[in-house]
């Protein structure tokens, strides 16, 4: 077997290794270290202290289930002292748990995935070849799904702070995997010291066998093969099988990482607050749900009923009051009003907008709803810059694979595909038809540019401009036609004029 490079020379042990994810602290001393020399010039480089976190802890807190506010450590019950039988028990407190990081999540992704994914041929100049190449690539581009791949992929991103796409060609087809830790893989990416691209990619996960042991595995491809390891008894790494050649130039994977963490990040405190809160809240409520009765005074005789509830008190004493707790009036407001700002300033610190109150029958302009929906609009023209080569790395590798399925391999090579996100945002359907018509009549925009972004907006098809040409083209054939037609009629009818006039 020919020796594999990047595998052969580095062990499991090596692959397996991984930057941190973190979350900077507040410093021990607000004004950075002491100095005795004020001559001595000092740049720290380890000034910024930070905690570890790990992907685990960003499952726990997009799950609901799991959230801070079920922890017993985190939000003791309350505890008191059964009179009857002299012991300390706890009383369950209320608690609630909210679904801020799935929202959050969906407002953004959909902010930035909204519309389909663009496709635009860098040429010199637009030629009806470099447009049959584009169409021929979209048409692949959607029969494999590859919205869907960059869609689990930006959704796992989104969740666990990385991600990875797989394109792979078996037996002359195209297909495509995504690993993520949201799926049960821990991945490991090495990078090109020079470069910075991927090079290598390791992928650990669990599975069991007929007799319910776990068994490791880690996949491992790099620039020429894929192979996989699988831990022995003895807890030692072996090559699991034999190593097969994936057919790409480079390493066929595109793998992206968030370093801040999930998109609820920036909110994680605040929604914790907010959890706690709006359990405090639930619990004052509780106490109160149903009204406590008091008695002051002496020799009461309480008659009950046959389920305990008191049903007459009697008293010899004058001054002997019965009445019931009402709670504190502006407590309700206030904690209310504490939750809406909680609220408010969750879905801020996240850039994700709250879908606003629309009375019945108005109608908006466009341009309002893009004021209402701004937050969310820049922030995925943000992350349509970050993600960019990420979705090149994608489009490259597809291309490829698709040009070796179809046998256009050269043709595909001859021109550079390049994609793009265009940020969604809510609009009328008729504004932007009417706004590309305009544009069109105008001569400001052209009618294929006009055809593309009708296109990317879910009108048309990946060829539609070629429909377009081909219509065109049956239109002033059937149009030559019918003149020739006319003339030869013409001449049948009167040759002498026909005649004369030629």
């Known amino acids: 077997m020919k020796p594999i490079p990047e595998i052969g020379k580095m062990t499991p042990e090596q692959i397996m290794r991984k930057k941190p994810f973190v979350v900077p602290i507040p410093p021990s001393f607000l004004w950075g270290p ?18 570890t976190r790990s ?31 002299g012991k300390y028990q706890a009383k369950v407190r209320s608690r609630i748990a909210i679904g801020f990081q799935e929202r959050i999540k969906t407002k953004r992704k959909t902010a930035l995935l909204g519309n389909n994914i663009g496709m635009k041929v860098i040429a010199n100049r637009t030629s009806q070849k470099a447009e049959d190449i584009l169409s021929r690539y979209r048409e692949g581009w959607e029969a494999h799904n590859m919205e869907i791949a960059v869609d689990r992929a930006f959704d796992s991103d989104y969740i666990t702070a990385d991600c990875a796409v797989y394109v ?3 037996e002359g087809k195209t297909g495509w995997r995504v690993f993520s830790y949201n799926d049960g893989d821990i991945l490991f990416p090495h990078f090109h010291p020079l470069t910075g691209e ?6 650990k996960y669990w599975s069991e066998d007929w007799d319910g042991n776990r068994v490791c595995y880690l996949d491992v491809v790099d620039d020429q093969y894929f192979a996989t390891y699988r831990q022995d008894d003895n807890a030692k790494w072996v090559l699991d099988g034999t190593p097969q050649a994936h057919g790409f130039p480079y390493c066929p994977v595109s793998y992206h990482r ?30 109160y749900a149903l009204r406590i009765l008091y008695t002051l005074g002496g020799d009461m005789e309480v008659l009950a009923n046959t389920d305990g509830t008191p049903a007459r008190i009697d008293s010899s004493d004058a001054s002997a009051k019965v009445g019931f707790l009402e709670p504190a009036e502006g407590a309700d407001g206030a904690f209310a009003k504490q939750l809406e700002i909680m609220e408010k300033n969750i879905m801020r610190g996240s850039f994700a907008v709250e ?12 341009l309002t709803v893009k004021m209402l929906f701004a937050d ?15 979705l090149d790395r994608v489009a490259a590798l597809f291309r490829y694979a698709y040009g070796v399925e179809t046998g256009r391999a050269s043709e595909f090579n001859d021109f550079i595909i390049k994609p793009y996100l265009a940020p969604y945002v809510f609009m009328s359907e008729s504004d932007i038809v009417n706004s590309l018509v305009q544009l ?14 009708a296109y990317d907006t879910g009108y048309g098809t990946a060829e539609e401009w070629n429909r377009i040409l081909a219509e065109a083209h049956d239109q002033l054939v059937a149009e030559q036609q019918a003149q020739q037609g006319q003339q030869a009629q013409q001449q049948k009818e009167n040759p002498v004029n026909t005649s004369r006039n030629e």
């Open 34 to 51: 002491i100095l005795n020399d004020k001559n001595i010039s000092v740049v720290p480089l380890n000034n910024v202290k930070t905690i």
């Open 55 to 85: 992907q685990a802890d960003f499952i726990c807190e997009y799950n609901v289930t799991s959230h801070l506010i079920n922890s017993i450590k985190y939000y003791p019950n309350s505890v008191y002292i059964n009179q009857s039988e």
């Open 168 to 170: 792979y060609l078996h």
């Open 198 to 203: 991927i090079v290598l990619l390791g992928r």
């Open 258 to 287: 968030r370093n801040s963490g999930p998109v609820w990040a920036s909110s994680q405190p605040l929604i914790d607050g907010y959890e706690l809160a709006i359990s405090q809240f639930a619990e004052n409520n509780a106490a």
């Open 355 to 366: 879908t606003p109150e629309i009375k019945s029958g108005s109608d908006m302009s466009s």
């Open 376 to 390: 969310s609009f820049t922030k995925a023209i943000e992350d349509s810059q970050e993600y960019q080569p990420f």
């Open 440 to 453: 069109t009549a105008g001569g400001i925009l052209s009618r294929q540019t006009a055809t593309e972004i």
